[in-house]
């Protein structure tokens, strides 16, 4: 029986990248939440900005601005309950606006060693398609609709994790719980997924 493992998602998961790009245009992220009534929440319609004007902060900041990316609210006790089940690991992709990349990448590394404490962290991979991981022994848990249905359709299994901006908007109760329980349900249900 092979060990199962899981994928851990860095921005929207543990990594609040909706506050952290709010507050380098100067606006609060809740404020634009109750304000943006649509869902899925866009932060780019929110703030009514193109996607040019959206990343010119993000872009003067360098690889600081995602290594500062508060963690969120969940993140550590994700983290945790992830570990406790089976190996778990970060799969996140680079920006995708080409100007960020080596910086998004450089950033999301020094934002791993201070959330971990490990200088030399190095259960991580960085880079797309995120479905080229997927098979039926690892759990992808990320908040991006298209991911977790890339990832299952490549074979894989996945927890979307409800947010605001994803399919999972209606949901009211805790992420990091219905993570945690749609983990331990899976675990439950099949052998070949057990540490």
């Known amino acids: 029986m092979r060990t199962k493992s899981i994928l ?5 998961v543990v990594a609040d990248w909706h506050l952290q790009c709010a507050k380098s245009h100067g606006v609060s992220l809740d404020e634009l ?27 003067a900041a360098g690889p600081s601005w995602w ?21 778990t690991y970060f799969l996140t ?18 934002w791993l060693q201070k959330f ?13 398609p995120k479905c080229l991981c997927a098979n039926r022994h690892t759990v992808l848990i990320d908040d991006s609709d298209d991911n977790v249905r890339e990832f299952r359709k ?22 990091c719980d219905f993570v945690l329980g ?4 899976m675990n439950s249900s099949s052998t070949s997924w057990r540490k």
């Open 182 to 185: 749609s983990l331990a349900e």
């Open 154 to 175: 490549a074979g894989g299994m996945a927890v979307l994790l409800p947010s605001c901006a994803n399919s999972m908007h209606t949901h009211d109760g805790d992420p």
């Open 67 to 87: 290594a500062d990316i508060p963690e969120t609210p969940w993140a550590r006790r994700l983290w945790n309950g992830c570990r406790s089940i089976a190996p």
């Open 33 to 59: 939440k109750e304000t943006f009534k649509e869902r899925p929440f866009s932060l780019r319609k929110a703030l009514g900005m193109g996607t040019e004007r959206i990343w010119e902060p993000i872009s």
């Open 8 to 12: 851990l998602d860095m921005d929207g």
């Open 93 to 110: 992709m680079p920006s995708v606006h080409p100007p960020n990349v080596g910086d998004s990448m450089a950033g999301k590394f020094m």
């Open 116 to 128: 971990t404490g490990n200088e030399a962290f190095n259960a991580y991979l960085m880079g797309p």
